[in-house]
């Protein structure tokens, strides 16, 4: 969390409700990746017989096309701005338990990469 608190420091007060946003969806993506999932998609059984969408399958499936897009934006890290932010972003959200990179500072590549999210995920239809 201190490390989180760096970060803020630097930023105005508009972009920090984004910034709180974006470290929710992070949380949230987090959770989504280690859920098991087997219907995914599915249809749920209705009391009239037939098979229909109920509204939290609906909004299921949108969390789950934004959870795709936020995957492949920390995916996308290893590119811009690199391998640790990438690695930083991981080990923050409890993807792994070790930040290896020995030439990096961790706060700065976290910092890197939030900024680096805070443009992409928008510009790819992800609300902050």
């Not at 970060?7 to 993506?29: C, G, P």
């Not at 990746?33 to 939290?56: D, T």
């Not at 492949?72 to 792994?96: I, K, M």
Request: overall charge neutral.
């Amino acid at each position: 969390m201190n490390m989180e608190m760096n970060v803020l420091m630097n930023i105005s007060q508009q972009d920090f409700t984004k910034l709180e946003r974006l470290i929710a969806w992070l949380n949230d993506w987090a959770r989504w990746r280690e859920s098991y999932r087997p219907n995914l998609g599915a249809k749920s059984p209705s009391y009239w017989g037939s098979s229909v969408y109920h509204a939290s399958d609906l909004f299921d499936g949108i969390d789950d096309a934004n959870y795709r897009i936020i995957e492949s934006a920390v995916e996308d890290l290893r590119r811009n701005p690199g391998p640790a932010s990438h690695e930083a972003v991981l080990r923050r959200y409890g993807q792994t338990s070790c930040f290896t990179s020995v030439r990096n500072n961790y706060a700065e590549m976290l910092d890197k990469a939030h900024e680096r999210l805070l443009v992409v995920l928008p510009s790819k239809g992800v609300m902050l």
